[in-house]
């Protein structure tokens, strides 16, 4: 397998458990009645807004058997101008978000190794 097709899924499987975590997170704060319920609802809003599901299913399908370069780096560069949005978002609302930090670098950091330019 490509090593480039390999980080292009890796990129979908941590976007994808993004996701997981912030609607998780959403699910459990609303049972418990924690008062940051309304900044993961933005956050789960912001993903929605995105997309990042439909990314993250695009990535893993166009890069199944064959690497294909240009619908890639498409699909990277749309979720690059959703991860610093989110990113953004978390950062200003810190004391609030702190959860999401470390799921938030990783993307940030798999999102820098599609650079084309290294």
């Known amino acids: 397998m490509n090593f480039e097709m390999q ?15 912030v609607y998780e997170t959403y699910e459990n704060s609303k049972n418990a009645s924690i008062n940051n ?5 933005q956050l789960k809003l912001l993903i ?3 997309r990042f599901q439909v990314l993250a299913e695009e990535l893993l399908r166009i890069n199944r058997f064959a690497w294909d370069e240009k619908y890639t780096y498409l699909l990277v560069d749309r979720f690059k101008e959703g991860i610093n949005t989110i990113g ?3 950062d200003n ?4 978000l ?3 930090t470390a799921r938030l ?5 798999l999102n820098v ?3 084309r330019n290294l």
């Open 48 to 50: 929605e807004e995105y």
């Open 88 to 90: 953004e978002y978390i």
């Open 98 to 100: 702190y959860i999401f």
């Open 7 to 21: 980080k292009a899924n890796l990129l979908a499987d941590s976007i994808k458990g993004f996701i997981e975590l």
């Open 105 to 109: 670098y990783t993307l940030k950091n």
């Open 93 to 96: 609302h810190y004391n609030e």
């Open 113 to 115: 190794s599609f650079n």
């Open 37 to 41: 319920t309304d900044k993961i609802y």
